[in-house]
């Protein structure tokens, strides 16, 4: 496993070198939804009973977080890779199709993780989330970053172009994530919408990591669980015959 550790080493150090924009802007970012949807709507809206919404906001604006910089971490780090060329390091040398995808997304889990525990640092003082279930926590955070780490690989992996990307993240990943629940409860929306967001896998991951603070939920934490989980399994069987292929890599 020497050249997956080694893969494993430049991923890390590619986002850690760069940590003002890789780490600290989404916190800022984070911060400033906070306070202006809590400003907003702290008097207005109880998600949860016995919840102040500042409270509600704060593990949704983490696990949006994390969510969007896993994506973004293995995305751009391979979309750099196949324009600048230098991909063809990574290709050549005996790396299996596992140890480079392994590398990519635990890279990108890291960085989730980093970016959500600086958000939580920053923003639960301003209301201090009750932690009622850490293990649903840790669960929630490390799969959902898993699925967009591994949507990140495929989106580096289909696209040729820059802008390609940029669609793929703004028409895929931005929606999914801004309609799963960050902001409301999904039992607020209309009875269409309420069966559309059910559809939403984004809103699993939300949901789950938000019971683990609150032990309230909009659906049960297992049906999250076994969506997440699933979704996890498809999405790295579908990268990893990817790879195995070398599809838009190896040509």
Do not use: C
């Amino acid at each position: 496993m020497q050249g997956f550790s080694t893969l494993f080493y430049k991923e890390i150090l590619r986002f850690w070198k760069v940590s003002f924009q890789t780490v600290a802007a989404p916190v800022l970012t984070a911060v400033l939804y906070l306070l202006i949807f809590s400003h907003v709507l702290e008097s207005h809206v109880e998600a949860y009973p016995g919840v102040r919404y500042t409270a509600f906001l704060i593990p949704g604006l983490a696990m949006m977080s994390m969510l969007q910089n896993a994506f973004a971490n293995t995305s751009s780090s391979l979309i750099q890779s196949k324009i600048t060329g230098n991909i063809v390091y990574i290709l050549l040398p005996p790396l299996s199709h596992l140890e480079f995808f392994l590398a990519y997304v635990l890279a990108a889990v890291v960085r989730g993780l980093v970016v959500g525990s600086g958000v939580l640092a920053v923003t639960m003082w301003l209301a201090w989330p009750e932690f009622k279930y850490p293990l649903w926590i840790l669960a929630f955070a490390l799969l959902g970053s898993s699925v967009m780490a591994i949507l990140g690989l495929i989106a580096g992996i289909w696209a040729e172009k820059f802008d390609q990307l940029a669609a793929f993240q703004n028409f895929i990943i931005v929606p999914l994530t801004f309609l799963s629940g960050v902001f409301y409860s999904i039992h607020s929306l209309p009875a269409f919408w309420l069966g559309v967001s059910h559809l939403n896998p984004v809103f699993y991951m939300i949901d789950g990591f938000r019971y683990g603070f609150f032990g309230a939920s909009d659906v049960s934490p297992w049906l999250s669980l076994a969506v997440v989980s699933g979704t996890v399994v498809v999405l790295a069987a579908f990268t990893l015959q990817l790879l195995r292929t070398g599809y838009k890599l190896k040509h």
